[in-house]
Protein backbone atom coordinates (compact mmCIF):
# COMPACT_ATOMS: atom_id res chain seq x y z
CA UNK A 1 0.00 0.00 0.00
CA UNK A 2 2.62 2.63 0.85
CA UNK A 3 5.64 0.98 -1.02
CA UNK A 4 4.80 3.39 -3.68
CA UNK A 5 5.74 6.40 -1.56
CA UNK A 6 8.88 5.59 -0.09
CA UNK A 7 7.95 2.90 2.68
CA UNK A 8 9.64 -0.33 3.01
CA UNK A 9 7.73 -3.31 2.98
CA UNK A 10 7.15 -3.95 6.25
CA UNK A 11 5.71 -0.41 6.77
CA UNK A 12 3.38 -0.89 4.74
CA UNK A 13 2.70 -4.02 6.08
CA UNK A 14 2.17 -3.05 10.00
CA UNK A 15 0.40 0.00 8.66
CA UNK A 16 -2.26 -2.83 6.14
CA UNK A 17 -2.61 -4.34 9.42
CA UNK A 18 -3.87 -1.60 11.56
CA UNK A 19 -5.59 0.18 9.32
CA UNK A 20 -8.16 -2.54 8.27
CA UNK A 21 -8.92 -3.59 11.39
CA UNK A 22 -11.20 -1.30 13.94
CA UNK A 23 -9.47 -1.28 16.87
CA UNK A 24 -6.11 -1.32 18.55
CA UNK A 25 -3.66 -3.65 18.16
CA UNK A 26 -0.46 -4.84 20.55
CA UNK A 27 2.97 -5.75 18.72
CA UNK A 28 2.08 -9.27 19.08
CA UNK A 29 -1.37 -8.99 16.87
CA UNK A 30 0.43 -7.03 14.43
CA UNK A 31 3.33 -9.63 14.32
CA UNK A 32 0.45 -11.94 13.60
CA UNK A 33 -1.43 -9.70 10.96
CA UNK A 34 1.15 -8.43 9.41
CA UNK A 35 3.60 -11.00 8.99
CA UNK A 36 6.18 -8.93 9.92
CA UNK A 37 9.10 -10.57 12.16
CA UNK A 38 8.95 -10.41 15.66
CA UNK A 39 12.52 -9.81 15.85
CA UNK A 40 11.74 -6.18 13.14
CA UNK A 41 8.09 -5.29 14.31
CA UNK A 42 9.45 -3.21 16.96
CA UNK A 43 11.82 -0.76 14.43
CA UNK A 44 8.73 -0.69 11.85
CA UNK A 45 6.50 0.58 14.45
CA UNK A 46 9.12 3.38 16.14
CA UNK A 47 9.66 4.61 12.74
CA UNK A 48 6.25 4.59 11.79
CA UNK A 49 5.38 6.35 15.15
CA UNK A 50 8.75 8.33 13.98
CA UNK A 51 6.52 9.60 10.67
CA UNK A 52 3.19 10.37 12.31
CA UNK A 53 1.29 7.22 10.21
CA UNK A 54 0.15 5.52 13.66
CA UNK A 55 -0.98 7.02 17.29
CA UNK A 56 0.53 5.11 20.47
CA UNK A 57 -0.71 4.63 23.69
CA UNK A 58 0.35 2.64 27.10
CA UNK A 59 -2.44 0.71 28.77
CA UNK A 60 -1.84 -1.45 32.21
CA UNK A 61 2.04 -1.28 30.95
CA UNK A 62 0.56 -2.77 27.44
CA UNK A 63 2.12 -0.28 23.96
CA UNK A 64 -0.75 -0.39 21.60
CA UNK A 65 -0.99 1.04 18.29
CA UNK A 66 -3.70 2.47 15.56
CA UNK A 67 -3.31 3.86 12.53
CA UNK A 68 -4.04 7.03 11.26
CA UNK A 69 -6.77 7.11 9.65
CA UNK A 70 -6.86 7.17 5.81
CA UNK A 71 -7.96 10.36 4.92
CA UNK A 72 -5.44 12.48 7.40
CA UNK A 73 -2.87 9.96 5.47
CA UNK A 74 -3.68 11.18 2.45
CA UNK A 75 -3.80 14.39 3.09
CA UNK A 76 -0.49 13.78 5.05
CA UNK A 77 0.94 12.49 2.25
CA UNK A 78 -0.04 15.19 0.05
CA UNK A 79 1.45 17.57 2.08
CA UNK A 80 4.63 15.76 2.58
CA UNK A 81 4.73 15.93 -1.38
CA UNK A 82 4.22 19.87 -1.57
CA UNK A 83 7.45 20.29 0.64
CA UNK A 84 9.46 18.34 -1.22
CA UNK A 85 8.50 19.95 -4.58
CA UNK A 86 9.46 23.15 -2.08
CA UNK A 87 12.75 22.21 -1.68
CA UNK A 88 13.45 20.83 -4.68
CA UNK A 89 12.54 24.29 -6.33
CA UNK A 90 14.87 26.04 -4.58
CA UNK A 91 18.28 24.26 -5.57
CA UNK A 92 20.26 26.30 -8.18
CA UNK A 93 20.35 24.00 -10.97
CA UNK A 94 23.20 25.30 -13.67
CA UNK A 95 22.07 25.67 -17.47
CA UNK A 96 24.06 22.65 -18.80
CA UNK A 97 26.27 23.00 -21.78
CA UNK A 98 26.08 21.85 -25.23
CA UNK A 99 26.45 18.41 -25.14
CA UNK A 100 26.31 16.02 -27.89
CA UNK A 101 26.53 12.96 -26.08
CA UNK A 102 23.28 11.18 -26.34
CA UNK A 103 21.58 10.10 -23.11
CA UNK A 104 18.54 7.33 -22.56
CA UNK A 105 15.93 7.85 -20.42
CA UNK A 106 12.67 5.42 -19.61
CA UNK A 107 9.37 5.08 -17.96
CA UNK A 108 6.72 6.82 -19.38
CA UNK A 109 6.32 10.42 -17.41
CA UNK A 110 9.60 11.30 -16.79
CA UNK A 111 9.51 11.25 -20.90
CA UNK A 112 6.56 13.17 -20.61
CA UNK A 113 7.94 15.47 -18.02
CA UNK A 114 11.19 16.37 -19.98
CA UNK A 115 9.29 16.54 -23.20
CA UNK A 116 7.19 19.81 -21.24
CA UNK A 117 10.17 21.08 -20.12
CA UNK A 118 11.91 21.24 -23.81
CA UNK A 119 8.97 22.38 -25.00
CA UNK A 120 8.98 25.46 -21.92
CA UNK A 121 12.95 26.09 -22.62
CA UNK A 122 12.66 26.32 -26.31
CA UNK A 123 13.16 30.17 -27.70
CA UNK A 124 12.18 30.21 -31.43
CA UNK A 125 11.21 26.72 -32.57
CA UNK A 126 9.39 23.54 -31.36
CA UNK A 127 8.99 20.81 -33.98
CA UNK A 128 6.92 17.60 -32.39
CA UNK A 129 5.05 15.16 -33.56
CA UNK A 130 3.17 12.37 -31.78
CA UNK A 131 -0.56 10.75 -31.68
CA UNK A 132 -3.37 12.26 -30.65
CA UNK A 133 -4.06 11.12 -27.45
CA UNK A 134 -0.41 11.70 -26.87
CA UNK A 135 -0.09 15.08 -28.19
CA UNK A 136 -2.94 16.20 -25.88
CA UNK A 137 -0.47 15.94 -22.88
CA UNK A 138 1.59 18.73 -24.43
CA UNK A 139 -0.86 20.87 -25.92
CA UNK A 140 -1.56 23.37 -23.37
CA UNK A 141 2.30 24.12 -22.87
CA UNK A 142 2.53 24.47 -27.13
CA UNK A 143 -0.29 26.49 -27.48
CA UNK A 144 0.91 28.80 -24.56
CA UNK A 145 4.17 28.61 -26.63
CA UNK A 146 2.98 29.84 -29.82
CA UNK A 147 0.96 32.73 -28.45
CA UNK A 148 4.01 33.88 -26.95
CA UNK A 149 5.62 34.05 -30.20
CA UNK A 150 7.40 30.67 -31.06
CA UNK A 151 6.91 29.39 -34.38
CA UNK A 152 4.92 25.84 -33.85
CA UNK A 153 4.85 23.00 -36.02
CA UNK A 154 2.63 19.79 -35.31
CA UNK A 155 2.75 16.58 -36.60
CA UNK A 156 0.13 14.30 -35.40
CA UNK A 157 -1.58 10.84 -36.03
CA UNK A 158 -5.56 11.12 -35.49
CA UNK A 159 -7.37 14.73 -35.11
CA UNK A 160 -6.81 17.40 -32.06
CA UNK A 161 -8.16 20.10 -32.02
CA UNK A 162 -5.74 23.15 -31.09
CA UNK A 163 -5.42 27.05 -31.53
CA UNK A 164 -2.00 26.28 -33.63
CA UNK A 165 -2.70 26.47 -37.59
CA UNK A 166 0.74 24.72 -37.83
CA UNK A 167 -0.62 21.05 -37.83
CA UNK A 168 -0.12 18.09 -40.49
CA UNK A 169 -2.63 15.28 -39.57
CA UNK A 170 -2.53 11.68 -40.20
CA UNK A 171 -5.79 9.79 -40.35
CA UNK A 172 -4.44 6.01 -40.26
CA UNK A 173 -6.32 3.54 -42.12
CA UNK A 174 -6.01 -0.39 -42.40
CA UNK A 175 -3.22 0.16 -45.01
CA UNK A 176 -0.71 1.84 -42.22
CA UNK A 177 0.20 -1.58 -40.96
CA UNK A 178 3.98 -0.44 -39.76
CA UNK A 179 2.49 2.37 -37.62
CA UNK A 180 4.02 2.77 -34.65
CA UNK A 181 3.42 4.92 -31.68
CA UNK A 182 6.55 7.43 -30.94
CA UNK A 183 6.90 11.00 -30.08
CA UNK A 184 9.36 13.37 -31.70
CA UNK A 185 10.34 16.93 -30.05
CA UNK A 186 13.51 18.90 -32.01
CA UNK A 187 13.44 22.69 -30.16
CA UNK A 188 15.39 25.77 -31.68
CA UNK A 189 17.32 23.30 -34.46
CA UNK A 190 19.65 22.44 -31.72
CA UNK A 191 18.10 19.77 -29.22
CA UNK A 192 15.67 16.56 -30.00
CA UNK A 193 14.67 14.03 -28.00
CA UNK A 194 13.14 10.69 -29.80
CA UNK A 195 10.71 8.23 -27.94
CA UNK A 196 9.03 5.15 -28.92
CA UNK A 197 8.05 1.57 -27.28
CA UNK A 198 10.34 -1.33 -26.82
CA UNK A 199 8.94 -4.18 -25.02
CA UNK A 200 5.63 -2.12 -23.92
CA UNK A 201 7.72 0.33 -22.16
CA UNK A 202 8.64 3.85 -23.25
CA UNK A 203 12.29 4.58 -23.59
CA UNK A 204 13.66 7.58 -25.20
CA UNK A 205 17.05 9.50 -26.16
CA UNK A 206 17.92 13.08 -25.67
CA UNK A 207 21.02 14.73 -27.64
CA UNK A 208 22.47 17.89 -29.07
CA UNK A 209 24.75 16.56 -31.11
CA UNK A 210 24.17 18.58 -34.40
CA UNK A 211 24.40 15.70 -37.18
CA UNK A 212 21.17 13.55 -34.68
CA UNK A 213 19.48 16.93 -34.71
CA UNK A 214 19.64 17.36 -38.04
CA UNK A 215 18.92 13.94 -39.43
CA UNK A 216 15.20 13.75 -36.96
CA UNK A 217 14.76 17.19 -38.64
CA UNK A 218 14.72 16.02 -41.66
CA UNK A 219 12.67 12.64 -40.24
CA UNK A 220 10.08 15.32 -39.02
CA UNK A 221 9.49 16.39 -42.67
CA UNK A 222 9.84 13.33 -43.69
CA UNK A 223 7.05 12.64 -41.72
CA UNK A 224 4.99 15.90 -42.52
CA UNK A 225 5.48 15.31 -46.37
CA UNK A 226 4.13 12.11 -46.50
CA UNK A 227 1.50 12.85 -44.92
CA UNK A 228 -0.01 15.96 -46.92
CA UNK A 229 1.21 13.59 -50.39
CA UNK A 230 -0.97 10.68 -48.86
CA UNK A 231 -3.59 13.24 -48.23
CA UNK A 232 -3.78 15.33 -51.21
CA UNK A 233 -2.93 12.76 -54.07
CA UNK A 234 -4.62 9.57 -51.60
CA UNK A 235 -7.07 8.35 -54.77
CA UNK A 236 -4.09 8.57 -56.88
CA UNK A 237 -2.01 6.86 -54.81
CA UNK A 238 -3.76 4.16 -53.44
CA UNK A 239 -5.24 3.08 -57.12
CA UNK A 240 -1.69 2.51 -57.83
CA UNK A 241 -0.91 -1.16 -56.22
CA UNK A 242 3.02 -0.65 -56.46
CA UNK A 243 3.09 2.82 -55.50
CA UNK A 244 0.73 1.90 -52.55
CA UNK A 245 2.75 -1.37 -51.38
CA UNK A 246 6.14 1.22 -51.22
CA UNK A 247 4.14 3.98 -49.79
CA UNK A 248 2.72 1.86 -46.96
CA UNK A 249 5.77 0.38 -46.21
CA UNK A 250 7.76 3.77 -44.51
CA UNK A 251 7.21 5.24 -41.14
CA UNK A 252 5.26 7.65 -40.53
Known amino acids: MLQQFGFTQYESQVYSSLITINQALDPTA ?131 ETSIPTVSTLIPDQSHSTLERSRIIIVDDQEMMFAGIEDSNWQAIRTQSPPLVKFFTEFFYHDVALTKITQRYKETVMADEEIKEVLMKLRY
Open 30 to 160: IVKRSGVPRSKVYEVLHRLSEKGIILETTVEKKRLYIALPLDALIEKLKSDFELNIEELQKINVEEMEADDRVWSLKENHSIQSLMKELSEAAKQTIFISAWADDLNTYLPVLERRYEEGLDVIIHVIGEV
